[in-house]
C-alpha cells in the first residue's frame, strides 16, 4: 500500500443507511455516473466501481451506517473513500507471490461441485482491489469513523 495524500477537490458521491436497499448496486451505479460525467474511459471507471464494491460490501457487512462514498480526482489520480461508523481498522491480509485467485484445494476435482466450492470462497474483496491500485488503498480512522480508500493512478480523462 502507499501513503494516502489528501488531494483535489473531495465531492461525496452518495449516503446510505443500513436500511438501503440494494446499497452495493446503488453505490456501483452512482459511481459509474459520477466518473461517467467527469469524462474517465471506461477503463478507469470499470476499475473504480470494481474496487469500491468491494468497499461498500465490506462496510456493509462488518461496519455500522450511515455511510459514505466520497471521490477526488486530481491530475495524476482518482481516490475514491467509503466511510462508516466504525473506527477499527480491518487486519490486512497477507499477499502472497502467487496469483491468489487459485482455489483453496487445487486438487479438490470438477464439475459443478468444484465451480460452487471456488465461487463461495470469501476474503479475496482485497486481493482484488489491491491489484486493480496497484497497491494505492488502506485505511484511516478519526474519531468515530474510518475510511477505506484506494486511489487508482494515471487516469486519463477523455476529451
Not at 466504525?86 to 487486519?91: C, L, M, N, Q
Not at 487445487?106 to 465461487?119: H, V, Y
Request: net charge negative; aromatic share 8%.
Amino acid at each position: 500500500m502507499t501513503a494516502h495524500h489528501a488531494l483535489g477537490t473531495t465531492n461525496v458521491v452518495w449516503r446510505w443507511t443500513d436500511r438501503t436497499p440494494n446499497a452495493s448496486a446503488q453505490a456501483r451505479v452512482a459511481l459509474h455516473c459520477a466518473l461517467d460525467q467527469l469524462g474517465y474511459d471506461d477503463e478507469v471507471i470499470n476499475d473504480a466501481v470494481m474496487a469500491v464494491s468491494e468497499f461498500v460490501a465490506n462496510a456493509i457487512e462488518h461496519a455500522v451506517g450511515p455511510y459514505e462514498m466520497r471521490l477526488r480526482h486530481t491530475a495524476a489520480e482518482l481516490i475514491c473513500e467509503v466511510e462508516d461508523h466504525d473506527p477499527r481498522i480491518p487486519p490486512i491480509p497477507d499477499f502472497p507471490a502467487s496469483a491468489p485467485f487459485l482455489p483453496a484445494e487445487p486438487d479438490r476435482g470438477g464439475g459443478l461441485e468444484a465451480l460452487c466450492a471456488l465461487l463461495s470462497e470469501r476474503g479475496r474483496g482485497l486481493y482484488i482491489v489491491h491489484e486493480l491500485t496497484n497497491g494505492a488503498w488502506g485505511f484511516c480512522s478519526q474519531g468515530a469513523t474510518k475510511t477505506a480508500w484506494f486511489a487508482i493512478p494515471g487516469v486519463v480523462v477523455r476529451g
